[in-house]
């Protein structure tokens, strides 16, 4: 098939993912007429252009044939969610987070009544009980607390919600105690049970050896055991590729079987003169590999990489493509119609452009290099390569990753992915066998860890950047594949002078006088970040849950986003812990300048809240106006109150300060107006009382509330006070996170992140201009 035609179709399936809305699923049946018609044309009319145009409608067609599928076995239900009994199978090893199990599970039937979710719907759900022993394969009967598939949703940071699209989960929840609980069935003889009795082995074997976790992810796909230290060390050294099965994997552990077939073959008269030994060795090859995909889950990652072995020795096979690039074309393109949400995921555009990076620096010049030079040569290709692509994704780039994978990656394919299959597969027959090689795999992980996390604890091991538009993607892309090209290229010194253009490319400023305001999503609490021209000031650090928080998944990752590395200042309004949730964590991996803390009981190492402290930053003025000198009270009626004043308006931040707090603050004569306001106990019927509303006059309000909280912020009371007043007001529980900029001369805009930045899997919500 032509490569543009190819092109036109992988490029119609992207385009389809950036909608933001999306026909239902008998409409978008129908709807194939139209790259059906477009097909008839162009081969009646044999125009050259009428070909690409159908490919691109074709591509669109069915990549959104398959997203209204899944979203047509998405349950509607309401914000707090429904709690139903269902039979369930198990999918996958539960994996331990602390406090509790998560599981990936496959909905058998509905036990009694309508059913909430359909037969074959996958959901996600969390077990907080004890006892219960979940194995892959088993059916369980199961009373749910089921949710819509939802998440947080900030700028620059990563979108859950879009991540259970990709792995087809349409609801999550946890179980809930009742004596209907337990398992129907355990899992039948076959592939779920052979892994759930080699994961036994396993254990038995390395008992608590720290690296156990890691020797599972590798044998079984099972990362459940790696620790969050592990990761963090594998993500600052860029080598996260090795603890995750994918297609490196796949090549190293079928690569010897290939060796010893394509040697054994010839050996074998009576077969060899029937099929050619690299014939034989391309089956084998591909049956080694689907052999160990299907021992370690057969995940996605694993899915990619056998259809991209499957389509480069179908290829070959009957050499029918002998150009790599358009081979590497027409992969992608049976890999995104098997899968067209596969497009969503990081890993796709990894794996292709680590290859299509190999392809464009070796070429057919792979006999030039040899053995170390090879391998220098190679990591530099795919660092540099996949560079643009690990900033768009994840905005974080390691800079020792070159050196970590030129040591690791070796050590790692010929020495330690034998050893531990060779262990996991002796140990379902022979256990005496295996635990001297699962020993010896663990042992030498234990030798090399050391200098690994070593690796890892450099200051300049890796580091976050500024999250890139569209344009800086651009100059990156175009500047790597400049200087990737082929050696007598003119002028590829332009390709580094273009990348660099784009790391060090401003992005909007701030001017002198304006203060922009983010409300992040963090669930139930609160974190405000207020910017101006060269300041940062973070008000609360939002809440905690078990052994993470806000400052981990939200604000973190969302400072780093936008290039900010120090704040300024940090104000805890209060010690209640969905307000100062994160703040040891923000102690260790930002750097605060200075620390104000309210409440009777100010969060420990912050100076306190008094009442008519002001500052001055960048033509911005900030004001504590509460709570006064000397106040005993409640930790809510403590709460540190902010005020903004900017030449383009005014804003007032409440933290959980009530009606005591606010009729306090009303006699002490304070102009409390207000164009925003930061509403107070996020939403609470006993805040924002309609005295205190009248006396702010704010045109909007925005409430720091989690989706479906279960004390139903905002209350109805402070909407039915808000509507009265005139005051426009949106919850980040329902619009994400809320972006305001007090701009002089521009009308006050304030925007949802739901909104701006909408796809057709997101869950819908009312968007409009609001200014």
């Keep these: ?56 409608m074709t591509g669109i067609w069915w990549a959104a044939v398959s997203g209204a599928a899944l979203l047509a076995q998405r349950p509607e239900l309401p914000p707090r969610g429904v709690t139903t009994t269902v039979v369930v199978r198990i999918l996958d090893f539960p994996q331990s987070r602390g406090i509790h199990q998560r599981l990936l599970a496959e909905v058998v039937s509905s036990d009694a009544g309508p059913a909430v979710v359909v037969s074959g719907a996958r959901l996600r759900i969390s077990d907080y009980g004890q006892g219960r022993l979940y194995r892959p394969g088993e059916t369980w009967r199961l009373t749910l607390r089921l949710r819509a598939a939802r998440g947080l949703r900030n700028p620059g940071v990563f979108d859950y919600e879009t991540w259970l699209f990709r792995q087809n989960i349409v609801a999550t929840g946890y179980v809930r105690e009742d004596s209907a609980n337990g398992r129907l069935e355990a899992a039948p003889w076959g592939l779920a049970r052979l892994r759930g009795h080699l994961a036994q082995n396993l254990e038995r074997a390395l008992a608590d050896h720290p690296h156990a976790g890691l020797i599972r992810a590798l044998a079984l796909g099972d990362q459940g055991a790696v620790t969050s230290e592990q990761w963090r060390v594998f993500r600052d050294t860029g080598t996260s590729h090795i603890a995750v099965v994918s297609g490196q994997h796949i090549l190293m552990a079928s690569a010897p079987v290939y060796a010893l077939t394509r040697w054994l073959w010839p050996r074998l008269p009576a077969v060899a003169l029937r099929l050619a030994a690299p014939r034989a060795g391309a089956i084998a090859l591909l049956g080694a590999g689907g052999a160990y995909g299907l021992l370690a889950g057969f995940s ?51 794996s292709f452009g680590a290859v299509g990076c190999l392809y464009a620096g070796f070429g057919g010049r792979l006999g030039r290099w040899r053995g170390l030079s090879a391998l220098v040569r190679a990591q530099w290709l795919v660092t540099l390569g996949l560079a643009p692509l690990l900033l768009l994704a994840f905005g974080r780039l390691s800079w020792v990753a070159p050196a970590a994978n030129l040591i690791l990656v070796p050590v790692f394919s010929v020495l330690l992915l034998p050893l531990i299959l060779a262990g996991t597969l002796l140990g379902a027959l022979f256990p005496a066998l295996a635990t001297p090689l699962l020993g010896a795999a663990a042992t030498t992980l234990s030798v090399l860890w050391t200098p690994w996390a070593g690796l890892a604890s450099w200051p300049v091991a890796a580091s976050s950047l500024p999250m890139l538009d569209w344009i800086g993607v651009g100059m990156m892309i175009g500047g790597t594949a400049w200087l990737l090209a082929p050696r007598g290229t003119p002028g590829r010194i332009m390709g580094a002078l273009l990348v660099v253009l784009a790391l060090i490319r401003p992005g909007q400023p701030i001017e002198p006088g304006v203060v922009e305001a983010t409300l992040l999503d963090v669930g139930q609490g609160q974190a405000l970040v207020l910017r101006t021209a060269r300041h940062v000031l973070l008000y609360d650090t939002g809440p905690r849950m078990g052994d993470t928080d806000a400052v981990e998944w939200v604000i973190e990752p969302y400072l780093r986003s936008e290039g900010i590395d120090q704040v300024d200042r940090v104000i805890v309004s209060h010690d209640d812990i969905d307000h100062s949730g994160g703040a040891v964590r923000l102690r260790q991996v930002m750097a605060v300048r200075e620390w104000l803390g309210g409440g009777e009981h100010p969060f420990p190492g912050t100076r306190p809240c008094r009442s008519g402290e002001t500052w001055r930053w960048d033509g911005v003025m900030f004001e504590v106006l509460y709570p006064p000198a000397g106040y005993r009270g409640s930790d809510n009626e403590g709460s540190c109150v902010l005020q903004i004043t900017a030449p383009g308006g005014r804003m007032l931040v409440m933290g959980d300060l009530e009606r005591r707090g606010e009729r306090i603050l009303l006699k002490q004569g304070v102009d409390v107006r207000a164009d925003v306001l930061i509403a107070g106990h996020h939403g609470s019927a006993g805040a924002s009382s309609a005295t205190f509303l009248s006396a702010v006059a704010p045109q909007w309000t925005l409430i720091a509330a989690g989706y479906g909280n279960r004390w139903n912020f905002p209350a109805r009371a402070v909407r039915r006070r808000l509507d009265r007043q005139g005051s426009e007001w949106v919850a980040t529980g329902e619009a994400g996170a809320v972006q305001v900029r007090l701009d002089p001369g521009k009308a006050l805009h304030v925007v949802g992140w739901r909104c701006r930045s909408r796809r057709y899997w997101h869950l819908p919500v009312e968007c409009g201009v609001k200014e």
């Design 300 to 350: 996605v990652p694993v899915q990619r990489a056998l259809l991209m072995m499957a389509a480069f020795v179908a290829a070959l096979w009957w050499r029918r493509e002998r150009s790599g690039a358009r081979l590497l074309l027409t992969t992608l393109a049976l890999v995104l119609t098997l899968d067209p949400r596969a497009a969503l995921a990081p890993g796709t555009w990894l």
């Design 1 to 56: 098939m032509p490569a543009v035609v190819l092109a036109a179709y992988v490029a119609g399936m992207l385009a389809l993912q950036l909608s933001p809305v999306l026909p239902g699923f008998r409409q978008c049946l129908f709807l194939g007429l139209i790259p059906l018609g477009a097909m008839v044309a162009a081969v009646a009319t044999r125009s050259r252009w009428m070909l690409p145009l159908a490919a691109v």
